[in-house]
C-alpha cells in the first residue's frame, strides 16, 4: 500500500467512536504533531503538582533540593535517548540545542527558546517567554522563590543537561531573573526574560553526575525500547534530526514517522522525572513520605493530562467513549512497550483498562507509580477517570483474564461528584493549564514537505 493512500486513511482527529486497537501509527503527521506538543508541556508540568507539595512541607530549602535532584538524575539520560532516537548523537552545543527543543524541561513556546549557534561549541540562546516565570510573578512575584528557580536551580541542572553531551560543556547566564532594579535581578520588566551562553570550558575537571543518576541509568525505563514504525504512511517532514540546527524548530517540520518517537520518548522522559522526584523524596525523608509523594504527585499530574486533552484534541466529552480514549491516549500509558496498557469498552457506562506483563510492572525504581498498582483501584487511575466524569469510579476485577492487572470503570449517575483533589487545584495556579500553542506554519501546510 501506498504511502499516498494511506494519508488519507490517517486520522487528523479522534471524533467518530473508540478503536480499542488505534495506535500512533493511525493519524496523520497533524494531528501528531499536536499530540507531540501536549506531550511535551505534559511532562513539564509535572513539576507545577509535585514541587510544591514538597515545598509546602520542608520549605525553600527542600523545594530547591528537589528540583535539582529530580532534573539531574533524569535529564543526562534522556538526553542522550533522545539523541539516538532521531540520530544526532554529538558532543558538541549544536547537540544540547537540539535536545533542548526536543525535550519538556523546554517545551517549545510555552518555554520559548531561541537560539543562536555561532560555532559548534558556542552558541547563545533566550527566552522570549517563560512560562515557569510567569507563573512565579502570578502568584505572588516572590523574587526569593524566584532566584531559588533562575539561579540555585538552574545552574546545576543546566549543566547536568549540558555534560550529558559533553562532561564540559556549561551554560552561563549573561542576565537572568528576578526582573527587578536591585540585588539579583535583570531589570524591570527585562525582555528577554533571560539570556546564556553556552560553551565547552577550558577547564580539566568534568561534571559530576549524583548517585541517582547513575541509579535511574539502570531502571528498566531508561533502557527501554520503543515501538518502531512498520512503515510510511505519510509522506513528507524530516525523518530525523541528523541534518543541521534549525534554530526555529517546530514538532511540525517533522515525519509522521519521527514524531511517533518524539511523543514516546517524551513520555518516557516524564515518567523518569517523576521516578527521579520520587528517588529525591525517597532518599531524603524516607518511604513513607516518598511513596505519599508519589502517590500524589500522580494523581494531579494524571489530571493536567486530561485537562489539556480536553481543551485542545476535542476530547470534551463526559461519556465512555470519551474516557475510553483519554485512557488511550494517556501519557502517562506510554511506551507501550514499557507498560502494555490497554482499554476496551464493556458496556454502555463501563470500559476496562488492564496491563500485561511489561517492565513498568518489574521496574526496581522504589515507590514508582507502577509499583503502587494492585488488583485494587488505584487513586491515580480513578483521577483520570473523574476528570471525564466526576461519577466515574474505577473497581477492582476478580478475574484479569490474560492480563495481570485490571480494573472497571464504570459511571453510575447515582453516585456523588468526586471533588477534584488539592493537587489538581496546584497545577491550576500554572498558566500551562490554559497554554494554547500558536500553529507557527501556515495553514494546512507543514514546514519540509
Request: proline fraction near 6%; include cysteine; charged fraction near 25%.
Amino acid at each position: 500500500m501506498s504511502a499516498r493512500r494511506d494519508q488519507r486513511e490517517l486520522r487528523d482527529d479522534y471524533t467518530g467512536p473508540f478503536d480499542p486497537k488505534l495506535t500512533l501509527a493511525d493519524f496523520s503527521r497533524d494531528f501528531l504533531s499536536r499530540l507531540a506538543h501536549e506531550y511535551n508541556l505534559i511532562g513539564h508540568l509535572y513539576d507545577r503538582v509535585g514541587q510544591p507539595l514538597v515545598a509546602m512541607k520542608y520549605g525553600p530549602e527542600g523545594f530547591t533540593r528537589s528540583g535539582i535532584e529530580e532534573w539531574q538524575g533524569a535529564s543526562p539520560i534522556y538526553s542522550l535517548r533522545m539523541q539516538k532516537a532521531l540520530g544526532f548523537e554529538g558532543d558538541t552545543v549544536e547537540t544540547v540545542f537540539k535536545n533542548l527543543q526536543l525535550e519538556v524541561g523546554s517545551p517549545q513556546q510555552f518555554m520559548d527558546f531561541q537560539f543562536r549557534l555561532d560555532s559548534p561549541d558556542y552558541g547563545e540562546f533566550w527566552l522570549a517567554h517563560c512560562g515557569a516565570l510567569m507563573d512565579l510573578e502570578k502568584n505572588g512575584n516572590d523574587t526569593n522563590l524566584i532566584k531559588l528557580m533562575c539561579h540555585d536551580i538552574e545552574d546545576p541542572t543546566f549543566d547536568a543537561t549540558a555534560a550529558a553531551t559533553h562532561p564540559r560543556i556549561v551554560m552561563r547566564p549573561f542576565h537572568r531573573p528576578p526582573r527587578i532594579d536591585t540585588g539579583n535581578g535583570n531589570g524591570e520588566g527585562r525582555y528577554p526574560h533571560c539570556r546564556w551562553k553556552v560553551f565547552k570550558a577550558d577547564e580539566d575537571t568534568a561534571f559530576e553526575h549524583i548517585p541517582v543518576m547513575y541509579e535511574l541509568r539502570e531502571c528498566l525505563l531508561a533502557k527501554v525500547p520503543l515501538l518502531e514504525p512498520a512503515e510510511v504512511k505519510e509522506a513528507g517532514g524530516l525523518e530525523d534530526y541528523s541534518g543541521p540546527f534549525d534554530p526555529h524548530l517546530q514538532f511540525e517540520d517533522f515525519s509522521q514517522r519521527a514524531l511517533q518517537l518524539i511523543i514516546q520518548e517524551n513520555a518516557v522522559q516524564a515518567l523518569l522525572l517523576a521516578h527521579s522526584y520520587t528517588r529525591s523524596q525517597t532518599i531524603n525523608y524516607g518511604d513513607e513520605v516518598g511513596r505519599r509523594f508519589s502517590e500524589r504527585s500522580w494523581v494531579g499530574h494524571a489530571r493536567v493530562a486530561v485537562e489539556r486533552f480536553q481543551k485542545n484534541l476535542g476530547l470534551d466529552g463526559d461519556d465512555i467513549d470519551t474516557m475510553a480514549k483519554v485512557f488511550q491516549l494517556h501519557p502517562h500509558f506510554y511506551p507501550r512497550t514499557y507498560t502494555d496498557f490497554k482499554v476496551e469498552i464493556t458496556g454502555p457506562s463501563s470500559l476496562r483498562i488492564s496491563m500485561g506483563d511489561c517492565p513498568a510492572l518489574e521496574e526496581n525504581v522504589r515507590h514508582n507509580w507502577f509499583s503502587q498498582l494492585s488488583s485494587e483501584p488505584h487513586p491515580a487511575l480513578e483521577s483520570i477517570a473523574a476528570h471525564v466524569n466526576p461519577r466515574a469510579r474505577c473497581h477492582s476485577v476478580s478475574d484479569p483474564g490474560d492480563s495481570r492487572l485490571a480494573w472497571d470503570v464504570i459511571i453510575d449517575e447515582s453516585n456523588e461528584t468526586l471533588p477534584e483533589p488539592m493537587e489538581m487545584q496546584i497545577a491550576r495556579t500554572s498558566g500551562g493549564i490554559n497554554f494554547r500553542f500558536e500553529r507557527r506554519r501556515l495553514p494546512g501546510v507543514i514546514a519540509r514537505s
